[in-house]
T-cell receptor, first 114, second 115 residues
């Protein structure tokens, strides 16, 4: 079975400070892992993905995530938050093999304080 | 490049009424998905099409929900009769192929409120 747990439903940071959004996964197979972002009244957009290549994955807008198999984690980070980063972030898992399906976490709402 | 188009953006109906949502995927994308996103939860897959065939509809409540993609392009999701718990945002997404190692492109969603 595949699932993801996003440890924080809401994260608040000051502009210019680091961002850390935490995600732990459970998967019976070697998973593919993704982070998607959803801005208000906008469609979900892929930030980055891990598909068994390099464990440190760089995405758009300065975000990156590190796949740690020993910790079953895929945390999302950014060195310096910008006001435009305020949005809902979803950690997503999919099995490498088997049914083509994405399992979404419950989301983390990021607030950026000026 | 045009994105995934969905309509209507908002719909309010009473329980036991019916509703239909339409999706036009990105041109050339063979795979189309419908997701349900209930407030405070992550999106959940309802049905996945590859061209005009169904790949996965295991999470679709077939007693009230139906979906079709007759010509392998645009798709319609119908709910009849609606229940209060169907209040959600219905997201359509498309991708070039079936492998989820590829990127899914999402529309802005259709927000349904059932009173």
């Amino acid at each position: 079975a595949q699932s993801v747990t996003q440890l924080d439903s809401h994260v608040s940071v000051s502009e210019g400070t680091p961002v850390l959004l935490r995600c732990n996964y459970s998967s019976s197979y070697s998973p593919s892992l993704f982070w998607y972002v959803q801005h208000p009244n906008k469609g979900l957009q892929l930030l980055l993905k891990y598909t068994s290549a390099a464990t440190l994955v760089k995405g758009i807008n300065g975000f990156e995530a590190e796949f740690k198999k020993s910790e079953t984690s895929f945390h999302l980070t950014k060195p310096s938050a910008h006001m435009s980063d305020a949005a809902e972030y979803f950690c997503v898992v999919s099995p490498q093999t088997g049914a083509n399906n994405l399992f979404f976490g419950t989301g983390t709402r990021l607030t950026v304080i000026p | 490049e045009a994105g995934v188009a969905q309509s209507p953006r908002y719909k309010i109906i009473e329980k036991r009424q019916s509703v239909a949502f339409w999706c036009n995927p990105i041109s050339g994308h063979a795979t189309l998905y419908w997701y349900q996103q209930i407030l405070g939860q992550g999106p959940k897959l309802l049905i996945q099409f590859q061209n005009n065939g169904v790949v996965d509809d295991s999470q679709l409540p077939k007693d009230r929900f139906s979906a079709e993609r007759l010509k392998g392009v645009d798709s319609t999701l119908k709910i009849q009769p609606a229940k209060l718990e169907d209040s959600a945002v219905y997201l359509c997404a498309s991708s070039l192929g079936t492998g989820v190692t590829g990127e899914l492109f999402f529309g802005e969603g259709s927000r349904l409120t059932v009173l």
